[in-house]
């Protein structure tokens, strides 16, 4: 895989500072108000994509699992009233057709679906003709060759404009971490496509609210290219990871605080 690191997406939307890109919104869409009230709020903070998750791959069933395709309309009114990007997960090539009918700008793949090679190549299928932004996030487990492969997979679809995702890995032994990081294992990715954007995902490493700046911060230190954070109107009350959430102030507060010192890997 070859990046041509002038022309990507990713490194276009933070100009010539090139601080890193800021990925945020809520964990899930829920509902219309909080998906408007949340994007209004990020927009003043220089949030440069809007996340929201539509369709949710949750581990266990009788939990929310999202609220579909009449959450991407709400995203297409945030893209057209508010005039930010919008960015929502794909699983399946279903989801990959109706995001893309409903302008949604930026996709990515979600990592209980980077493990699967048969799924990822139907969406890379689903995505072949466009060339729209898709971000990868690790599978689960941690493994190099399967992350590496699902974004072959998605490059060979003709999308030149991809992203990795960072969002650490399950492991059975007590952990701080909802998934512990592991950087070496991101490191050894970046040190193989240096041109390839790596976007941290404090959130779901951290899953909770006190680790979301140490990990984020770190990232930086590391040269990370940009960083995805889940925010929420109420976190407590949300209706997937309530636990990891910010406000978008608690939001700014994270923002504010980070210190870009960029050096490399
Ligand atoms: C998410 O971004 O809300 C999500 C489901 O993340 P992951 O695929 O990293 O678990
Ligand atoms: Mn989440």
Same mark, same amino acid.
């Given at each position: 895989?070859?990046?041509? &690191?002038?022309?990507?997406?990713?490194?276009?939307?933070?100009?010539?500072?090139?601080?890193?890109?800021?990925?945020?919104? %809520?964990?899930?869409?829920?509902?219309?108000?909080?998906?408007?009230?949340? !994007?209004? !709020? +990020?927009?003043?903070?220089?949030?440069?994509?809007?996340?929201?998750?539509?369709?949710? /791959?949750?581990?266990?069933?009788?939990?929310?699992?999202?609220?579909?395709?009449?959450?991407?309309?709400?995203?297409?009114?945030?893209?057209?009233?508010?005039?930010?990007?919008?960015?929502?997960?794909?699983?399946?090539?279903?989801?990959?057709?109706?995001?893309?009918?409903?302008?949604?700008?930026?996709?990515?793949?979600?990592? *209980?679906?980077?493990?699967?090679?048969?799924?990822?190549?139907?969406?890379?299928?689903?995505?072949?003709?466009?060339?729209?932004?898709?971000?990868?996030?690790?599978?689960?487990? /941690?493994?190099?060759? #399967?992350?590496?492969?699902? +974004?072959?997979?998605?490059?060979?679809?003709?999308?030149?404009?991809?992203? !990795?995702?960072?969002?650490?890995?399950?492991?059975?032994?007590? $952990?701080?971490?909802?998934?512990? %990081?592991?950087?070496?294992?991101?490191?050894?990715?970046?040190?193989?496509?240096? $041109?390839? /954007? +790596?976007?941290?995902?404090?959130?779901?490493?951290?899953?909770?609210?006190?680790?979301?700046? %140490?990990?984020?911060?770190?990232? #930086?230190?590391?040269?990370?290219?940009?960083?995805?954070? &889940? $925010?929420? /109107?109420?976190?407590?009350?949300?209706?997937?990871?309530?636990?990891?959430?910010?406000?978008?102030?608690?939001?700014?507060?994270?923002? $504010?605080?980070?210190?870009? *010192?960029?050096?490399?890997?």
């Amino acid at each position: 895989m070859k990046f041509k &690191e002038e022309d990507s997406f990713f490194r276009k939307l933070t100009g010539a500072e090139q601080r890193p890109v800021i990925i945020a919104g %809520p964990c899930s869409a829920e509902t219309e108000e909080q998906v408007m009230q949340t !994007a209004l !709020a +990020l927009r003043e903070q220089k949030v440069d994509i809007f996340r929201a998750g539509i369709w949710k /791959p949750r581990s266990r069933p009788n939990s929310f699992e999202g609220i579909g395709l009449k959450g991407l309309q709400w995203l297409g009114r945030v893209k057209r009233e508010l005039g930010m990007l919008v960015s929502t997960e794909v699983a399946t090539a279903h989801h990959v057709e109706e995001a893309l009918k409903q302008g949604i700008d930026v996709l990515w793949i979600g990592a *209980r679906t980077t493990v699967n090679p048969f799924a990822v190549q139907e969406i890379a299928d689903a995505l072949k003709g466009t060339n729209v932004p898709v971000m990868v996030k690790n599978p689960v487990n /941690p493994d190099l060759a #399967l992350w590496i492969g699902a +974004l072959e997979r998605v490059y060979n679809a003709g999308i030149t404009d991809v992203a !990795a995702i960072h969002r650490g890995f399950s492991s059975y032994e007590k $952990s701080k971490y909802r998934n512990v %990081p592991w950087w070496q294992i991101p490191i050894e990715l970046k040190s193989k496509f240096r $041109s390839l /954007p +790596l976007i941290v995902d404090p959130s779901h490493i951290s899953g909770n609210r006190e680790l979301l700046l %140490p990990v984020a911060q770190k990232a #930086l230190d590391l040269g990370y290219d940009g960083i995805m954070l &889940e $925010s929420h /109107p109420d976190p407590d009350n949300a209706l997937s990871d309530p636990e990891q959430q910010v406000t978008p102030a608690g939001l700014q507060d994270i923002l $504010s605080k980070l210190q870009v *010192r960029k050096t490399t890997y």
